[in-house]
């Protein structure tokens, strides 16, 4: 059953870190991309991050410097690092896998399949 499951959601502090993981299931991992997104309450969903299957990544510009992107494809995880976060992080965050053919421009279209999603919250 084609699955993705993401985890290491919290609570933290502004400045502080967390890592949030996507583990995959039912497909080959490292025959696909696989993007991060997040959606704040009476917003839109917003890319943060994709890693393709050659390994080259992408970055929102608000992210940029403070997240990290990587994969194991052998584990069959995704995992993003978060770094120095601020309360306009808060967010839940999800991961997707993306379209074979597809590039990793961050737009949710080209995804095809979505985990359940984790909450992130930034606060003091």
């Known amino acids: 059953q084609l699955q993705l499951v993401e985890s290491g959601g919290g609570l933290v502090q502004p400045g502080g870190s967390l890592r949030l993981s996507c583990a995959t299931s039912?497909?080959?991992?490292?025959?696909?991309?696989i993007g991060w997104f997040r959606q704040a309450p009476g917003k839109e969903r917003e890319g943060v991050s994709c890693?393709?299957?050659?390994?080259?990544?992408n970055y929102a510009d608000s992210v940029k410097g403070r997240f990290t992107i990587s994969r194991d494809n052998a584990k069959n995880t995704v995992d993003l690092q978060m770094n120095s976060l601020k309360p306009e992080d808060t967010s839940v965050y999800y991961c997707?896998?993306?379209?074979?053919?597809?590039?990793?421009?961050?737009?949710?279209?080209?995804?095809?399949?979505w985990g359940q999603g984790t909450q992130v919250t930034v606060s003091s």
């Open positions: 890693i393709a299957r050659s390994g080259s990544t």
């Open positions: 039912g497909f080959t991992l490292n025959s696909y991309g």
């Open positions: 997707a896998r993306l379209r074979l053919f597809s590039r990793c421009v961050l737009s949710p279209s080209d995804f095809d399949t």
